[in-house]
């Protein structure tokens, strides 16, 4: 019988309440769901490491049978070949997320025409959520209840702390 197998990129700098909306709807779909998160060599300023955020999100599915957790670089539809995946999943929040899909979806099927990517719509509660706006609530102290989950959300203080005290380390003349 023919398996889908589909890929769940992104950057996931932290995981959310979002992505994890999007990864549960997406393993009922789904045989075998790979997140697989994107490096970005020339880019290296994520918030957190590649290791760091393949830890959280290893650890938020951990229970999902049909979900791995993955890291890739280059075209992601290389990487598609290499998995064997038939489909992309892809986040859609709200009108402003659609343009920029959209070029990157028919980009892609130009590059893999075999490569189908599915769209889906996380719960309203999620809508508004990004990795960034949970980043910057994080580091002005803000309440992060109910944007990530707890191990995520003391992975963040910890994160910003650490940041602080190598702020304050620096000498100041
Ligand atoms: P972010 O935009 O939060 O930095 P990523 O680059 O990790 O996220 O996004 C990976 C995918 O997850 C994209 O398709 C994005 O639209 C989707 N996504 C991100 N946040 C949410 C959310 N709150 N609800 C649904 N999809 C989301």
Do not use: W
Not at 83 to 91: E, T
Not at 108 to 122: G, H, L, Q
Request: some cysteine; proline content about 5%.
């Amino acid at each position: 019988m023919r398996q889908i197998i589909a890929i769940y990129p992104g950057s996931f700098d932290p995981v959310t309440n979002g992505h994890l909306d999007l990864i549960r709807r997406g393993c009922q779909l789904f045989d075998q769901l790979i997140v697989a998160i994107a490096r970005n060599p020339e880019k290296e300023s994520s918030f957190f490491t590649l290791d760091e955020r393949m830890a959280m999100l290893q650890a938020m599915t951990a229970e999902l049978e049909n979900v791995m957790v993955d890291a890739f670089e280059g075209l992601l539809m290389n990487y598609c070949i290499e998995k064997r995946a038939n489909a992309v999943l892809r986040g859609i929040r709200a009108v402003s997320d659609y343009e920029f899909e959209l070029q990157m979806a028919l980009m892609n099927r130009k590059i893999e025409p075999s490569v189908e990517t599915v769209f889906m719509m996380p719960g309203e509660k999620y809508s508004y959520l990004s990795s960034r706006i949970v980043r910057e609530i994080a580091l002005l102290g803000g309440p992060l209840t109910g944007l990530v989950p707890e191990f995520v959300e003391k992975q963040l203080r910890r994160k910003v702390a650490e940041r602080r005290a190598a702020a304050d380390a620096i000498p100041t003349k």
